[in-house]
């Protein structure tokens, strides 16, 4: 679930919108009242505006005098709902808003508790977008009934947050895991755009990703020189620092990833084998059916995990998820969950195992090769594909508040 928020200036423009009494909606036969909060019987544009006017101007005046909110649930978890299931989910919604206390990495409080329950609001639920995907929409008061003001400090994070926190209470998919989950084929596809690249070239490379699907931002600077890029597809935005390995597919690297990826080795091929290929060969451990209970070990346990989609149960050694469980620790980890899924998905062979380490903890060189070396006992594969996981989307520690 996908939420946004931002003080606007323009507040009777927005709530026309909302309510679909602009001239810019096409379809307001698409448009239904979800509730009011502290306004008349089910006023229309003008005497919602009127009304939170009259609360605004008994107190001090404010530019950005309305909150403008936006609400997108996939649309899988909604396709049954009511009004009254819209309610209630804008009600979750309103309460974990108002929850938050943002603080500074000083620990200084930067943005207080909101008090939208006792603010002057209208949501609206619009099922006329494009595929007809159905959202909220609201206006909110910025001063509450006391004259109090609803913080805008960091307001987009603070929606952000709400929205992660209802949905992981309604056990569905949160957009940061949508974002997990996608970042490897993201990956796969800047690299398989460079591999296709005859030369080098960023307008070569930038085209050909605006061709999958993507739209390419570019950061420069006064002076016209690039020295970064994000890629957003659908509402997700991935920055070129956050993908990859190594940061090897940042601006500055982007041609020496290239360069890597066409080198030609020298090394002298024996059987048609390149001795990378025989030494993989003769190292690699039989693969393991990991779907099916063994009954020769007694310390095996099922796990469940969902790959493009679709749900996977396999039986694993219960010291490998002891040991994802330490690695990737949810009291300190935000994206624990995450990264299990994913190492755990290396482990089993569900995915190929991205730029895992070969070599010893001093370092050594870097295989894309997704073997298991066959002297490998359980805990020290499990050991690369963690550190493989944790490359690919990166640990993001929490950081809590601080008193």
């Given at each position: ?14 709530i026309?919108?909302?309510t ?9 036969e ?9 306004l ?10 009127n ?10 005046p ?9 609400l ?35 620990g ?18 619009h099922?006329?977008s494009?595929?007809e995907?159905?959202?909220?929409h ?14 805008d400090?960091?307001i ?13 209470k ?20 800047c ?13 070569e ?12 931002h570019?950061r420069?600077?006064?002076k ?5 890029y994000?890629?957003?597809k ?11 390995v ?12 290239w360069?890597k990826?066409?080198?030609q ?17 003769e190292?690699?451990?039989?693969p393991?059916?990991?779907t ?8 095996m ?5 969902t ?9 694993i050694p ?7 469980n330490d690695e990737?620790?949810y ?38 090769l ?7 006992d359980?805990l ?6 963690a550190?493989?996981a944790?490359?690919?989307?990166g ?9």
């Amino acid at each position: 679930m996908i939420a946004k928020a931002k003080a606007i200036s323009h507040g009777i423009n927005d709530i026309r919108y909302i309510t679909g009494e602009s001239q810019h909606k096409k379809h307001p036969e698409k448009i239904y009242r979800v509730l009011d909060n502290l306004l008349p019987s089910e006023p229309d544009t003008m005497g919602i505006w009127n009304s939170m006017q009259l609360t605004l101007s008994q107190y001090q005046p404010i530019k950005n005098s309305i909150i403008r909110i936006e609400l997108s649930p996939s649309p899988e978890h909604t396709q049954f709902y009511d009004i009254k299931d819209w309610q209630k989910l804008w009600h979750d919604f309103a309460e974990e808003f108002d929850k938050q206390v943002i603080t500074g990495k000083d620990g200084k409080v930067r943005s207080c508790q909101t008090n939208l329950a006792n603010s002057k609001y209208t949501v609206w639920l619009h099922t006329e977008s494009k595929g007809e995907v159905p959202h909220l929409h609201a206006a909110v008061c910025r001063l509450d009934e006391n004259g109090n003001i609803n913080n805008d400090h960091n307001i987009h994070l603070r929606a952000q947050r709400a929205a992660e926190r209802v949905a992981k209470k309604r056990g569905w998919t949160t957009a940061a895991q949508i974002r997990n989950r996608n970042i490897p084929q993201v990956n796969r596809d800047c690299m398989e755009v460079l591999k296709t690249m005859p030369s080098w070239s960023w307008e070569e490379y930038k085209n050909t990703l605006a061709l999958k699907g993507y739209i390419i931002h570019e950061r420069e600077d006064t002076k016209g020189v690039l020295h970064g890029y994000a890629l957003v597809k659908g509402n997700t935005k991935y920055k070129a620092s956050e993908l990859g390995v190594g940061r090897n597919l940042t601006i500055s690297k982007l041609s020496t990833t290239w360069k890597k990826l066409h080198h030609q080795p020298t090394t002298t091929i024996r059987n048609n084998i390149t001795p990378t290929v025989q030494q993989a060969a003769e190292h690699k451990a039989a693969p393991i059916d990991y779907t099916q209970y063994r009954t020769d070990r007694s310390d095996m346990i099922p796990y469940a995990l969902t790959h493009e989609g679709k749900e996977h149960r396999f039986y694993i050694p219960e010291k490998v998820l002891d040991y994802f469980n330490d690695e990737f620790d949810y009291r300190f980890v935000t994206n624990s969950q995450e990264l299990t899924d994913m190492a755990m998905a290396i482990f089993v062979g569900l995915l190929e195992t991205p730029n895992v380490t070969t070599g010893g903890g001093g370092g050594g060189s870097q295989s894309t090769l997704p073997w298991r070396d066959k002297d490998e006992d359980d805990l020290q594969w499990a050991h690369r594909c963690a550190r493989a996981a944790s490359r690919s989307l990166g640990k993001k520690q929490k950081t809590g508040l601080k008193r």
